[in-house]
Structures are given as structure tokens and as C-alpha cells.
């Protein structure tokens, strides 16, 4: 089971950034397809960007034209580059396996990103 552990995360005024990081444990990370997922409180947790191992994105419509995922496999870490950051972004990011069914249910603890004045 790869495991991944999230960073990056913090306070940021509206219209800051932030750059997420996460690193996965074993040899795989390579050829797994990747997302970010987010989770506000009393929200299901939602999908906001995903990068195949070729590197085509995608992203969810909130999120579009501010966010950017990205990869660097030999170093079996992903990215989330997040600009004009609003209040609604605020939650707890996760990367993990998409589709979502792929995690098996693991999580790692994610990482707490804030917008706020």
C-alpha cells in the first residue's frame, strides 16, 4: 500500500498562494494516477485536480485557471500550485490515488490550508 504524507499548508490572506507538496513512500508513484482532493468541514470531501503518470490535468470548475498539480516521479512527489486563494478553499488537502476507489480507504492526514483576512 504506497502512503503519502502532505505538507505545505497554512494561513494565507485572499488572493495569496500557497504550494502543496506530497511525498509517496515505495516504487510505484511513477505510473499512479494522482489527484487532490479537499475536505471543507461539514463538506464531503471533493476532487479538485488529477495528473495522469503521462501528466495530463484536470480540474474541477472551482478551482479551474488558479490551481496547477503537477509531478516530479523521481522524486515520487506531487504538487498543487494554488493562486488567488479564496475562503471558500479553505479545508484540509489530500493527495491520493485516483479514481477515488484506488485508495483502498487509506488517507494520509493531509494539510490544513486557511484562507482568511
Known amino acids: 500500500q504506497v502512503q503519502f504524507v502532505e505538507s505545505g499548508g497554512g494561513l494565507v490572506q485572499p488572493g495569496g498562494s500557497l504550494r502543496l507538496s506530497c511525498v509517496a513512500s515505495?516504487?510505484?508513484?511513477?505510473?499512479?494516477?494522482m489527484g487532490w482532493y479537499r475536505q471543507a468541514p461539514g463538506n464531503q470531501r471533493e476532487l479538485v485536480a488529477t495528473?495522469?503518470?503521462?501528466?495530463?490535468?484536470n480540474y474541477a470548475d472551482s478551482v479551474k485557471g488558479r490551481f496547477t498539480i503537477s509531478r516530479e516521479n523521481a522524486k515520487n512527489t506531487l504538487y498543487l500550485q494554488m493562486n488567488s486563494l479564496k475562503p471558500g478553499d479553505t479545508a484540509i488537502y489530500y493527495c491520493?490515488?485516483?479514481?477515488?476507489?484506488?485508495?483502498?480507504?487509506?488517507w494520509g492526514q493531509g494539510t490544513q490550508v486557511t484562507v482568511s483576512s
Open positions: 515505495g516504487s510505484i508513484f511513477s505510473i499512479l494516477q
Open positions: 495528473i495522469t503518470s503521462g501528466g495530463s490535468t
Open positions: 491520493n490515488r485516483v479514481p477515488e476507489r484506488m485508495t483502498g480507504g487509506s
